[in-house]
């Protein structure tokens, strides 16, 4: 029999574990480092997702900027120059073809003479045409203050002191200097503008109607549009015209109007089959530049004092009745707009027509509405051309029998 050792029975249990000082510092410690390292995290998470909320914000304009400054130079037509019509500035001007006569093609609001690159291949070919950009429009410089600029002199001093830019005058004045001092076109001029371009030809006829052969006025800008049918015309273009164009610029200066025409959410507004891939992509770059939808801008908001204008005008002076003109409407309605604002526009027109020029020719392009420069071409190319044709017959040599 073996005989129990003492102690081995039972066995007592084990006292709880006390952590010593040195064990308790350090957990706390740990616990301490964990809750400060939390919110460290937190911020960090934080601060990289406003570096990355601050380059979505900064880099578009700064893209569409290199983007502009690159186009630019790309997309000028070879055809143009820029020409100095004083004060500093210079306008773009391309001429294509021989002249006599010379055949003048000025845009509708807001536009540039990209509007007539259809018109322009049919005509260059028979006569000598040139298309310009309004003053801040495409190519050419916005007006500035005459008095900053180097170039100043006092006759430019006493001519700028008389014009509002981006009104009638100040566009006539331009085109004057434009074609008769810095690019001195042969003469004489057959003017062509649609809209406010034709208010424009309308205008420099009646102050030198010695250089003008004949007037193609397409779709005229009526002087009393906005007084038609409950001034509905003058609630739509301040109210609904100008802002769209103000959001447009705020949208090319944030560079986010390119990202939406890469993203084929925008386009551009000259949609034609036939229009060229280069006229298309420089398009795309004037919708992306905020200087250009500026002046487009200006353009429309001062739109009541060239109105003004035009009426002074024509109380001052009549249009010579040698003077041919023609005007072209089309038998379509603007589908983008609603039917009460195409009637008021239909109904100025024809009051236009019958109060200042009786003796004018209408013709009604079949099939086209206020986009004929570049969806009806041949409508206007083919009256420009007929006073083309009688203008040289006219200076044809008499055969002697």
Request: hydrophobic share 40%; with cysteine; aromatic share 8%.
């Amino acid at each position: 029999m073996s005989a129990r050792k003492r102690g081995l029975g039972k066995t007592p249990a084990k006292p709880p574990k006390v952590d010593s000082p040195s064990e308790s510092d350090s957990v706390n410690e740990v616990t301490e480092e964990v809750s400060t390292k939390t919110p460290v995290g937190v911020m960090g998470r934080a601060c990289s997702c406003f570096k990355y909320l601050l380059l979505l914000v900064i880099m578009p304009p700064i893209l569409n900027y290199a983007a502009l400054q690159r186009e630019a130079t790309e997309l000028k037509p070879s055809d143009g120059e820029l020409y100095d019509v004083g004060w500093g500035r210079k306008m773009f001007l391309m001429c294509q073809g021989k002249g006599p006569p010379t055949v003048i093609l000025d845009a509708p609001t807001g536009m540039t003479s990209d509007v007539w690159s259809l018109v322009w291949q049919k005509i260059s070919p028979h006569a000598k045409v040139c298309a310009y950009d309004r003053a801040g429009l495409g190519f050419s410089d916005r007006p500035s203050d005459p008095k900053s600029s180097p170039s100043h002199t006092e006759m430019d001093s006493q001519g700028d002191s008389r014009w509002q830019p981006f009104t009638a005058e100040s566009m006539v004045d331009d085109l004057h200097r434009l074609v008769t001092i810095s690019s001195q076109q042969p003469r004489p001029l057959i003017l062509v503008g649609a809209e406010l371009g034709a208010l424009v030809a309308q205008f420099y006829t009646t102050l030198y109607d010695s250089d003008v052969l004949g007037l193609v006025l397409v779709n005229p800008l009526p002087e009393n549009l906005f007084t038609q049918d409950g001034q509905i015309w003058t609630q739509y273009w301040f109210g609904q015209l100008i802002p769209t164009f103000q959001s447009l610029q705020l949208g090319a200066a944030l560079g986010v109007t390119r990202v939406g025409l890469l993203l084929g959410l925008l386009k551009q507004p000259l949609v034609a089959t036939d229009i060229d891939p280069m006229v298309v992509n420089r398009q795309k770059y004037l919708l992306c530049h905020p200087k250009h939808l500026s002046s487009v801008v200006d353009e429309h908001h001062f739109i009541n004092e060239t109105f003004s204008q035009m009426r002074t005008v024509r109380q001052m002076r009549s249009l010579p009745t040698n003077i041919s003109v023609t005007v072209l409407t089309g038998n379509y309605y603007d589908e983008q707009l609603p039917s009460g604002l195409n009637k008021a526009w239909a109904k100025a027109e024809q009051d236009l027509i019958s109060r200042v020029f009786p003796l004018a020719q209408q013709i009604v392009v079949n099939a086209a509405d206020r986009r004929m420069p570049y969806t009806a071409p041949e409508g206007v190319a083919e009256q420009v051309l007929k006073l083309v044709r009688h203008w040289k017959s006219k200076q044809a040599p008499v055969r002697s029998h």
